[in-house]
């Protein structure tokens, strides 16, 4: 099968001189959901503009389902396959009102004007706006424009969602319909991110970049629980895993800790160097539990992409 996202070879330089990206290969597969991690400086967020097409690499090779990435005319081609939801919604929203910036991508892609207001309307609904078409951006509360900022590029309908740290500076009850929000996408999902709920919640995979190099590719708990690897790339153990690991320190299964609404299940065992480690795991919210599927280790112990 063709994957959705294939990379290689690709390296980057901004044109102060410094090195973004270096040797990049990666393949994502299609209705995966992939989470980048990594101090800032990294290279996530470059990664995910090159994968857009709004910066060009000279060396290396991008190509979405296939087909590669290279030239103004592919990059606008891919518009409605490829979605960018910015870090900051301010910088996706520019328009006098909701319905203008949500219609903005349907009107470029020549669309007529009924299903144009027809996407919007889709759009709006599936991030629980509906009736804000009149309302002005900017007035808007920040977990409102960053579900408008989803709903710019839901109403693409694109195959493929590229999310830059889309949890960030929003309370804690807007973050979990953001969330939510992302984990209802039924496509590909590429999301940069410091949020460690978000990555239990959605990810299947977990790239961890430094440098502007990737040092690991693995399941969420396994790299979040490799406490060396973390700290040797500019990261630290999420304070839920570390909590949890020291809790359970013995042989005994099945721990269930309870913060607030949320519940993580674990399941500890040791690894081949005699480690323990966290063998299984789950997490999810008291209210939306059908949501969020628990993860079940393959037969070797390593959690299985997709799964």
């Not at 910015?86 to 009107?107: E, I, M, R, S, Y």
């Not at 005699?274 to 070797?300: I, L, Q, T, Y």
């Given at each position: 099968m063709i994957p959705a996202i294939k990379i290689d070879h690709l390296s980057f330089q901004y044109g102060n001189g410094i090195e973004a990206l270096r040797d990049i290969d990666l393949e994502i597969a299609e209705g995966e959901t992939v989470v980048f991690i990594g101090p800032n400086g990294a290279g996530k967020s470059t990664l995910l503009l090159l994968m857009r097409g709004l910066l060009a690499a000279p060396d290396g090779r991008i190509q979405i389902a296939g087909e590669r990435l290279d030239g103004e005319k592919k990059v606008e081609e891919m518009a409605g396959k490829?979605?960018?939801?910015?870090?900051?919604?301010?910088?996706?929203?520019?328009?006098?009102?909701?319905?203008?910036?949500?219609?903005?991508?349907?009107?470029n892609m020549g669309l007529s004007q009924a299903e144009v207001t027809a996407r919007v309307d889709r759009a709006l609904g599936a991030v629980g706006l509906a009736g804000y078409e009149s309302r002005v951006p900017y007035h808007l509360s920040g977990g409102e424009k960053r579900r408008v900022s989803?709903?710019?590029?839901?109403?693409?309908?694109?195959?493929?969602?590229?999310?830059?740290?889309?949890?960030?500076?929003?309370?804690?009850?807007?973050?979990?319909?953001?969330?939510?929000?992302?984990?209802?996408?039924?496509?590909?999902?590429?999301?940069?991110?410091?949020?460690?709920?978000?990555?239990?919640?959605?990810?299947?995979?977990v790239v961890l970049f430094h440098q502007g190099s990737i040092r690991a590719d693995g399941s969420p708990i396994h790299i979040l629980t490799d406490e060396d690897l973390l700290r040797e790339n500019g990261m630290a153990m999420p304070l839920v895993v570390r909590y949890l690991m020291a809790l359970h320190s013995g042989e005994?299964?099945?721990?269930?800790?309870?913060?607030?609404?949320?519940?993580?299940?674990?399941?500890?065992?040791?690894?081949?160097?005699?480690?323990?480690?966290?063998?299984?795991?789950?997490?999810?919210?008291?209210?939306?539990?059908?949501?969020?599927?628990?993860?079940?280790?393959?037969?070797?112990?390593?959690?299985?992409a997709g799964e």
């Open positions: 490829v979605g960018l939801v910015f870090q900051n919604p301010d910088d996706q929203l520019f328009c006098t009102t909701v319905f203008d910036d949500v219609a903005f991508g349907p009107v989803l709903a710019t590029i839901y109403a693409m309908e694109p195959g493929i969602l590229l999310l830059d740290e889309p949890t960030s500076h929003l309370d804690p009850r807007a973050r979990q319909e953001v969330i939510s929000l992302i984990h209802s996408f039924a496509g590909t999902k590429v999301i940069a991110t410091h949020d460690f709920e978000l990555i239990l919640k959605v990810a299947d995979r005994h299964d099945g721990l269930h800790a309870h913060e607030h609404e949320h519940v993580y299940h674990y399941h500890t065992g040791e690894d081949d160097e005699g480690r323990r480690v966290v063998r299984h795991a789950h997490f999810h919210s008291h209210d939306d539990e059908k949501d969020h599927p628990h993860r079940h280790p393959d037969e070797s112990g390593e959690f299985a």
